[in-house]
């Protein structure tokens, strides 16, 4: 097994160069990701209020494209700011690439001490500006915002502590931004050209060629079916679907625990999954077929994670068809990421900044109770701004 150090990635911030990428970040934006950036000037301003301080930044992460959207607002707010992120992305010389652009790797579901320690360590500097993505993983949802992790809180909260014991009046923000995406065209012909795609491979015949959403059930029933039928599950047709969902899921993820020998430990499935996908990328596989398939079983878990029946009936927008069936493209074509149907704007607004050092007192009486108000207030501010 690799040793620990050799297991992070440390920021090796390179200003010049950083300038030099946020200078064509909007055309790298729009012409390798197809996508625009949207954010007010009065949001822009509420972050330049406060650039000469400490700033921990808390978005949610609907897509795999959010990093470098995120990327393209520091540009327009005229910034370098840090970000974390998945040990996986950092191979090669884009793993090099994300170092120079202020990028640190975090090992997640196993309690990354060295990402821990480096975030400690920014945050003690003067004018720290780090991203942290809280829900802890891409949720592939564009309208709704997953359980936040409490570190994004507590590890500012810990180092605002320890500074104003010196400085009573140090200031250290977090700020909850809000990211959507909205595509930028018409989408009919692009999601019936899905639905049918899906049809043709699955061997559906639509009864109702005009009705979307009725296809669309149509093509998540049968995936579901053949998931249970793989796992050797027997539907219980008075199980509602988030029933059935829910029991596949712990039925994966208990599935990949005792292939592993791995104890559940009662945390949420998505912690479980990176768990095991840390464990499959540093330990010796028994077989290449069943490292593989293992692993496979982790991307089906993460994939219908935060999917829910009733999400696109709710709000049938384009964005909600299109998350919903691009999580069962991944599913069907068994492809692990699927690139955006059209271009797209990134959406963003910011909320307003909390100022931590008001929150010392409360943290050294409390630390638990301080760090879960302060989360969850951060995730429903970030859920309400996506909402409007």
Same mark, same amino acid.
């Given at each position: 097994m690799a040793s620990e150090t050799a297991l992070f990635f440390p920021p090796k911030q390179q200003p010049l160069l950083i300038r030099l990428v946020q200078s064509v970040s909007y055309l790298l934006l729009q012409r390798l990701y197809r996508c625009g950036l949207v954010v007010s000037d009065d949001d822009v301003a509420k972050l330049r209020a406060i650039a000469g301080a400490r700033v921990v930044y808390?978005?949610?992460?609907?897509?795999?494209?959010?990093?470098?959207?995120?990327?393209?607002?520091?540009?327009?707010?005229?910034?370098?700011?840090?970000?974390?992120?998945?040990?996986?992305?950092?191979?090669g010389l884009q793993g090099r690439f994300l170092q120079w652009m202020g990028c640190y790797s975090i090992r997640r579901g196993l309690g990354d001490r060295a990402s821990i320690a480096q975030t400690l360590s920014l945050l003690k500097e003067s004018q720290a500006q780090v991203v942290i993505f809280p829900e802890g993983g891409c949720s592939y949802q564009n309208?709704?915002?997953?359980?936040?992790?409490?570190?994004?809180?507590?590890?500012p909260l810990q180092v605002v502590a320890q500074l104003t014991k010196k400085d009573p009046d140090v200031d250290l923000y977090v700020v909850p931004i809000s990211l959507k995406y909205r595509y930028t065209q018409p989408m009919t012909v692009i999601i019936e050209e899905t639905l049918q795609g899906l049809e043709q491979t699955l061997?559906?015949?639509?009864?109702?060629?005009?009705?979307?959403?009725q296809r669309l059930l149509a093509i998540a029933s049968l995936v579901i079916t053949r998931i249970e039928?793989?796992?050797g599950i027997t539907a219980d047709t008075e199980q509602s679907w988030n029933q059935r969902i829910d029991q596949l899921r712990h039925h994966g993820i208990a599935q990949c625990e005792q292939q592993l020998n791995l104890q559940p430990n009662?945390?949420?499935?998505?912690?479980?999954?990176?768990?095991? /996908? *840390?464990?499959?990328?540093?330990? $010796? &596989?028994?077989?290449?077929?069943?490292?593989?398939?293992?692993?496979w079983t982790t991307v089906r878990l993460l994939n219908f994670d935060a999917i829910y029946d009733g999400y696109v009936a709710a709000d049938p927008t384009p964005e909600r068809f299109l998350d919903t069936l691009?999580?069962?493209?991944?599913?069907?074509?068994?492809?692990?990421?699927?690139?955006?149907?059209?271009?797209? /704007? *990134?959406?963003?607004?910011?909320? $307003? &900044?909390?100022?931590?050092?008001?929150?010392?007192?409360?943290?050294?009486?409390d630390k638990a109770s301080t760090v879960e108000r302060l989360t969850e207030q951060l995730r429903a501010t970030v859920q309400e701004n996506l909402s409007r």
């Open positions: 808390v978005c949610n992460h609907p897509t795999m494209e959010d990093g470098m959207v995120l990327f393209s607002l520091a540009a327009r707010v005229g910034q370098l700011w840090h970000y974390i992120v998945a040990k996986e992305s950092f191979k309208d709704t915002v997953m359980p936040f992790r409490s570190g994004a809180i507590q590890m061997g559906i015949i639509p009864t109702e060629p005009e009705d979307f959403y039928t793989e796992f009662g945390a949420p499935i998505r912690e479980r999954v990176y768990k095991i /996908q *840390a464990l499959l990328e540093s330990e $010796e &596989p028994k077989t290449v077929a069943e490292d593989d398939a293992l692993y691009m999580r069962l493209e991944r599913e069907v074509y068994q492809v692990e990421h699927i690139k955006p149907k059209a271009h797209r /704007q *990134a959406i963003f607004r910011v909320g $307003e &900044p909390i100022n931590l050092k008001h929150y010392v007192k409360d943290f050294r009486q």
